[in-house]
């Protein structure tokens, strides 16, 4: 994830940018039918988001930096931590009763075997919330509920706290790249760097 992340940010604001200087019109209307069908647009988009943690395959996530020109960045957040956490457990609920052979329908077996041997069966509540920050939501949440004896409780504190910084740096993503939002800017930076700073002392220490 943290490796593709740049090319992500880079191609989602270049799309963002010519929607904005080519297609005026259509953005304005879509405003407007925010503006008019606010419950049905927030429901639709935590509903997006919470598709995309169960099923693999699925991503949104370049859309929430589009969706929070709508809806308002920090209010895009706390839709997409919604959406995200409902998802994640749904995610772990299937992989903890419904097991393997049902699980391999959503996700590629591959995808368990990379990301096994960062989950140990005693996984500590602190070290899901850090893998929450650097694996996909989606993979994640079935693997720690197949291959761990985490109980369900923790498992969604783990996960409500560890997509928290990401929900927000995503959806503030616009501001921060087009400098609209100085303070944003700086906090995202600090959070990527200690993130890319952990990665590489657990890989040093050969935890991942």
Not at 25 to 52: A, H, K, R, T
Not at 101 to 109: A, D, G, I
Request: aromatic fraction near 20%.
């Amino acid at each position: 994830m943290l490796k593709k992340l740049p090319q992500i940010i880079f191609f989602l604001f270049l799309a963002i940018t010519l929607v904005f200087i080519f297609w005026q019109e259509p953005i304005n209307y879509l405003q407007q039918f925010v503006v008019d069908n606010s419950i049905l647009s927030i429901g639709v988009f935590i509903f997006l988001m919470f598709l995309s943690t169960v099923f693999a395959p699925l991503t949104v996530l370049p859309m929430v930096p589009f969706v929070a020109l709508f809806l308002g960045s920090f209010n895009t957040a706390v839709y997409s931590i919604i959406g995200w956490t409902i998802g994640s457990m749904v995610a772990f609920w299937i992989a903890r009763h419904l097991g393997k052979p049902f699980l391999l329908k959503l996700v590629s077996e591959k995808d368990i075997i990379k990301y096994h041997k960062y989950v140990p069966q005693d996984i500590k509540f602190w070290w899901v919330v850090f893998l929450r920050m650097i694996i996909p939501v989606d993979i994640l949440s079935y693997i720690v509920g197949l291959l761990t004896d985490l109980k369900a409780w923790k498992y969604f504190f783990a996960t409500l706290i560890g997509v928290i910084p990401f929900s927000f740096i995503f959806s503030y993503g616009y501001e921060i790249v087009f400098l609209k939002n100085i303070p944003a800017l700086i906090l995202s930076t600090v959070f990527v760097v200690a993130i890319l700073l952990s990665v590489w002392y657990f890989k040093d220490k050969g935890r991942i």
